[in-house]
């Protein structure tokens, strides 16, 4: 069973980038979709991208200049990077596998399961 | 962006049928893209409920189901209990863009 836990500062600066790790246990990295997705206080959820096995990523386009997700297989953790914060990023930012049936290559058709219990960043000068 | 829109918010008193709609469009649901359906309880992480349309994942009460008509999708709780007072989101796949993953806005449901 994959646990997921999100971990990094909880307040940032505006201007300045926000990272975030998300370790993995009990399964690997390797062959899977990992998503980071995020929550504004009292609004809704926004997929913010995911990176795949040896490292391919694919971004929400809303995002995409400003968003960097990467991963360590030797620590097991994929992270997440978004530059130039300004208070509209404050949101419990969670990390999530793309689960997909096996013919779903791209996963498309996929949900997201299992999630982090999530962490929350504030941007606050 | 495309969006999946949902009603903020449904009521129904304990033991009625409650259902949810998720309305996409031609890039998304119409598509033929998955509709997938999480439950959210007040300060705790989204939790998988339907997926694939209409399949629950094991533990998941089967007062819950879903549907999906043409461009539409929809949650169903038959027989609502207190403890499903929460907040629902619909989720599926966009291909317009890039392509992304989307979420509806999200369905408060009150117990009454």
């Known amino acids: 069973q994959v646990q997921l836990q999100e971990s990094g500062p909880g307040l940032v600066k505006p201007s300045e980038t926000l990272s975030l790790n998300c370790s993995v246990s009990?399964?690997?990295?390797?062959?899977?979709?990992w998503s980071w997705i995020r929550q504004p206080p009292g609004k809704g959820l926004e997929w913010i991208g995911y990176i795949y096995d040896s490292g391919s990523t694919k971004y929400n386009p809303s995002l995409k200049s400003r968003v960097t997700i990467s991963v360590d297989t030797s620590n097991n953790h994929f992270s997440l990077r978004l530059s130039s914060v300004t208070a509209a990023d404050t949101a419990v930012y969670y990390c999530a596998t793309l689960s997909r049936r096996s013919y779903d290559s791209s996963g498309y058709q996929g949900w997201f399961d299992p999630w982090g219990q999530g962490t929350l960043v504030t941007v606050f000068s | 962006q495309s969006v999946l829109t949902q009603p903020p918010s449904v009521s129904g008193a304990p033991g009625q049928t409650v259902t949810i709609s998720c309305t996409g469009g031609d890039s998304n649901i119409g598509a033929g893209y998955h509709v997938h359906w999480y439950q959210q309880l007040p300060g705790a992480a989204p939790r998988l409920l339907i997926y694939g349309i209409s399949n629950r994942p094991s533990g998941v009460p089967d007062r819950f189901s879903g549907s999906k008509s043409g461009t539409s999708a929809s949650l169903a709780i038959t027989g609502v209990q207190g403890e499903d007072e929460a907040d629902y989101y619909c989720?599926?796949?966009?291909?317009?863009?890039?392509?992304?993953?989307?979420f509806g806005g999200g369905t408060k449901l009150t117990v009454l």
């Open positions: 989720q599926s796949y966009d291909s317009s863009l890039s392509g992304f993953w989307l």
């Open positions: 009990g399964g690997s990295l390797s062959s899977n979709y």
